[in-house]
């Protein structure tokens, strides 16, 4: 129902910043809790952070709170990423999610950052 496509990853030194963008289809953008997941190798997939439908509400995982920040802008039916002081270990695809009350059915491509020493 809807398709998801992120972009703005790449290859950092640690200490750097990444602005990812998840760019949605259709019109009902807002409909959606929105969510962002990383998959390391040889590691599950992690949760990174959520979104309400209308923005207003925001959590991150403890593992990228201060450093990461996650936003919405339902009128371009996009959602951001704001990757600050990163890390080696943030290295990982990072895939963008739509769902609702905490359950995710759909995903895009994934997008990978590596953050180098």
């Known amino acids: 129902q809807v398709q998801l496509v992120e972009s703005g990853g790449g290859l950092v030194q640690a200490g750097g910043s990444l602005r990812l963008s998840c760019a949605a289809s259709g019109r009902t953008f807002s409909s959606y809790d929105m969510g962002w997941f990383r998959q390391a190798p040889g590691k599950e997939r992690e949760f990174v952070g959520a979104i309400s439908r209308s923005g207003g509400s925001a959590y991150h995982a403890d593992s990228v709170k201060g450093r990461f920040t996650i936003s919405r802008d339902n009128a371009k039916n996009t959602m951001y990423l704001q990757m600050n002081s990163l890390k080696p270990e943030d290295t990982a695809v990072y895939y963008c999610?739509?769902?609702?009350?905490?359950?995710?059915?759909?995903w895009g491509q994934g997008t990978q950052v590596t953050v180098s020493s």
């Open positions: 999610a739509a769902g609702s009350t905490n359950k995710y059915y759909f």
